[in-house]
C-alpha cells in the first residue's frame, strides 16, 4: 500500500505562482511515474503533467509553458511549479502516481486526496 499526501494549494491572485508537492509513502515499492491531474467544477479529470521514473515529462498542452513538474527521487516526491496562474487554472489537484508492489510483482495506480487551487483576485 502507498500513500499520497499533498500540499501546497491555496488562493493566489492571477499572474502569481504556487508550488505543489506529494510526497508517497509505504514500503516495498518503487516508483514508475508520479504526475498531477486536476478537476475543476463540472468538469471531468483532467492530466496537468506526468514524470516517470527515468525522468521524463509530459504535459497538457495548455500548461506546458507555465507549468513544470519536477521529482526529489530520494524523498519520493514530485513537484508541480505554477507560473502565471489563471482564473481557469482553479481547480482541486490530485496527485497520482503508479508504482510496481515488489511483494505483488505488479504495478498498481494511486490517488491523492487533492489539494485546492483557487486563482482569484
Known amino acids: 500500500q502507498v500513500q499520497l499526501v499533498e500540499s501546497g ?7 502569481g505562482s504556487l508550488r505543489l508537492s506529494c510526497a508517497a509513502s509505504g514500503s516495498d515499492f518503487r516508483i514508475n511515474a508520479m504526475g498531477w491531474y486536476r478537476q475543476a467544477p463540472g468538469k471531468e479529470r483532467e492530466l496537468v503533467a506526468v514524470i516517470t521514473n527515468g525522468g521524463g515529462t509530459n504535459y497538457a498542452d495548455s500548461m506546458k509553458d507555465r507549468f513544470t513538474i519536477s521529482r526529489d527521487s530520494a524523498k519520493n516526491t514530485v513537484y508541480l511549479q505554477m507560473n502565471s496562474l489563471k482564473p481557469e487554472d482553479k481547480a482541486v489537484y490530485h496527485c ?13 495506480v494511486y490517488w491523492g486526496q487533492g489539494t485546492q487551487v483557487i486563482v482569484s483576485s
Not at 494549494?9 to 499572474?15: F, K, N, S
Open 96 to 108: 497520482n502516481t503508479e508504482v510496481l508492489l515488489y511483494n505483488k510483482a505488479r504495478s498498481y
Open 9 to 15: 494549494g491555496g488562493l493566489v491572485q492571477p499572474g
